[in-house]
């Protein structure tokens, strides 16, 4: 009696998660090469190979597609802040060696959306749900960046951490929208003297 060599049977709820990732990836990828305004659900639906009704099963149109998408990206960018941030009061304040292994993981993250920054700045300032989540996002960022600020508050040469979480914050992203769009050439250089920059800003003195 011969045995059927079968492939292992994927449950229904990973399937899914697998299914809807694909759309956003394709959804993406469409995006990019094509713009969102000039790329529609079916469109999408064939880049991910899946029929138009299953696009509509998980998805009610692109621009929710296009939310999801963002929501993944933040996320990953929230993994970072954590990751390098939020340490326990009991280590050091961050060092320029610091700044700058933060700066270059948020360039990595940042070149996912590298083609769509254009019509992400634009949908920002027209669309409220995008602003909302975006801004959700720089309030998020901005929240990690005080906490750390005030578990290391005894070594801190600012007086107000709230301010100095946001100079920090629009700091890095100011620069990394630079470096990613038209200063690569100077990346290194870039780095360096923001990371030089936050350290004389925030601590007294050089942190070993």
Not at 35 to 59: M, P, Q
Request: hydrophobic share 40%; net charge neutral.
């Amino acid at each position: 009696m011969s045995v059927k060599n079968t492939k292992p049977r994927i449950p229904q709820q990973q399937r899914s998660i697998q299914t809807k990732r694909l759309i956003i990836d394709a959804a993406m990828k469409l995006f990019s090469q094509k713009g969102f305004y000039n790329t529609n659900s079916k469109e999408i639906a064939k880049e991910a190979e899946v029929a138009t009704g299953c696009f509509y099963a998980y998805f009610s149109d692109k621009k929710e597609v296009f939310m999801a998408a963002l929501q993944i990206y933040f996320e990953q960018f929230n993994e970072i802040t954590q990751t390098h941030i939020v340490k326990p009061p009991s280590e050091k304040p961050a060092t320029k060696r610091f700044f700058q292994e933060l700066i270059r993981s948020f360039i990595a993250a940042h070149s996912v959306f590298t083609d769509l920054h254009h019509e992400l700045t634009a949908m920002y300032y027209t669309d409220p749900d995008i602003q909302k989540l975006v801004t959700e996002y720089d309030r998020s960022s901005i929240d990690w960046i005080l906490k750390y600020l005030i578990s290391v508050r005894e070594h801190l040469r600012v007086s107000n951490p709230e301010a100095a979480a946001k100079v920090v914050y629009w700091s890095i992203h100011n620069v990394i929208d630079a470096i990613v769009f038209s200063e690569k050439e100077n990346a290194e250089v870039l780095i360096a003297e923001l990371s030089d920059m936050l350290e004389r800003y925030l601590f007294e003195g050089t942190i070993n």
